[in-house]
């Protein structure tokens, strides 16, 4: 969400925005935005003006009736400004009117023009322009077929996906054993490394979140693709705990000297995943329910770019200490949401595909989720201004466990446990298969 002075003071920059995201359709609602403003500053004005009239005749009234004492003829012109101020109270009240009704017209506008977006983003009208900028680790096809991850799983007795048909549906999933130990061992060493390498503060947030929450942090046809809600009351299950993190903050005034506000949260997450299609739709890739360890940071504006380059490397070291070779993929302008200001994704190889897939994202959001929520930073001269909010998978499995097992996979069926995860794994250094 922008500042609407920017499409007061430069329109053209707004619609230069919205024509590199190839969102031409909202064009017009730049104009309509500007009419609509117009309108309501004059309602504002008008209703400011007979205020202060009315405030004017209030004490003229005052000092009529005090005259009447005197001069019974003041008292017909009391009455007389008394029929002026009524007369002004009902306008008043056509104005007040007016204005919430075109405040809700702007507002709602104002959510779906997408924000500025930096000049380092490549343009392109969907995912297919987006560019890779470097390689980290070499990609590696073995000298023997990859099963299908759920094959290596049930390998290890690990996974029971019929099970989780029976009692929950599609897109759901029981791990066990060793599998389950590692999908642990995975998110433990993700905790660890954020709060003893990156020293950022541990939190496990809230689950669930109110529906203004939830129209803070995100845009309107990402809330309906994901989120789950409640039947009956205000909730919904977060899809991601960068929500509930960000939200934390609504309508908070955060003292600049505590900033940056470097988080790591763990969460399960929970998405219906309306409209996915193309991709590997059988086993865990594409689920309802998972776990994540994310990283969150709310920072002062000229510190978020430095933030974002550091969050995406966090990443990317990670998963080369679990020696798993991934990209950093530039998403174009047109694969952004709407809020996001810049972002890339972290791609893991998988051997078995020859190709990579998406395990991390990390976004710079710039100040839109502090301008919908109203999370602002008291300076040190005393001056208010909007935060700056970005976000960061570490790691989310199960999905990111595929690249795990494909990775590390050996010619008998085994997997090795690279050293990092071997003190969550009671030690092991191999995990040997059952069948």
């Known amino acids: 969400m922008i500042d609407i002075r920017l499409i007061r003071e430069n329109p053209d920059l707004v619609r230069e925005n919205i024509r590199k995201k190839y969102q031409d359709a909202k064009l017009p609602l730049v104009d309509e935005v500007i009419e609509l403003d117009k309108a309501n500053r004059a309602a504002i004005n008008e209703a400011s003006n007979l205020r202060a009239e009315r405030n004017a005749l209030s004490k003229k ?92 799983m049930e390998r290890f007795d690990g996974i029971d ?69 409640i039947e009956g009351e205000d909730l919904y299950l ?20 505590k900033l940056p506000l470097t988080l790591t949260s763990y969460s399960p997450c929970f998405r219906k995943e309306v409209g996915s299609h193309g991709l590997e739709e059988r086993g865990v890739y594409r689920i309802h329910q998972f776990e994540k360890q994310e990283m969150i940071v709310v920072c002062r504006p000229e510190e978020s770019m430095d933030w974002y380059n550091k969050l995406w490397s966090y990443s990317v070291e990670l998963f080369r200490n679990m020696e798993i070779p991934v990209r950093q993929l530039e998403c174009c302008s047109g694969d952004l949401a709407d809020l996001k200001v810049k972002s890339c994704d972290i791609e893991a190889w998988s051997p078995r595909q ?22 602002r930073v008291k300076g040190a001269d005393g001056k208010m201004y909007l935060a700056h909010t970005l976000n960061n998978t570490c790691v989310a499995p199960p999905r990111m466990l595929i690249a795990f097992l494909e990775n590390h996979l050996r010619k008998d069926g085994s997997v090795t446990i690279p050293k990092c995860l071997q003190p969550y794994m009671g030690g092991k250094e191999v995990l040997i298969p059952k069948h």
């Open 61 to 152: 009234i005052g000092m009529l009736m005090g005259q009447a004492k005197k001069d019974p003829s003041k008292l017909e012109e009391a009455e007389a400004v008394k029929a002026q101020v009524t007369a002004q109270a009902a306008r008043l009240a056509e104005l007040e009117q007016q204005e919430a009704e075109l405040e809700a017209k702007i507002h709602k506008i104002m959510l779906t023009i997408p924000q500025i977006i930096d000049p380092s983003v490549p343009l392109g009208p969907d995912d297919s322009c987006n560019v890779e900028v470097q390689r980290f680790g070499e990609a590696v096809v073995p000298d023997f077929p990859i099963p299908y991850h759920t094959e290596i």
């Open 238 to 257: 977060i899809g991601t705990s960068e929500h509930t993190m960000i939200g934390r903050f609504i309508d908070q005034i955060i003292p600049e000297a």
């Open 161 to 229: 996906l019929d099970a989780a048909r029976r009692v929950s549906g599609n897109g759901f999933y029981y791990l066990m054993g060793d599998i389950a130990r590692l999908h642990e061992a995975v998110l433990a060493y993700a905790r660890d490394f954020m709060i003893d390498e990156k020293h950022f503060t541990y939190v496990i947030p809230p689950f669930m979140m109110h529906g203004s929450v939830v129209k803070g942090v995100m845009s309107f046809p990402e809330m309906e693709a994901m989120m789950y809600k």
């Open 354 to 375: 020859k190709k990579y897939f998406e395990v991390c994202s990390c976004s710079n959001l710039g100040d839109a989720q502090a301008r919908r929520l109203s999370i």
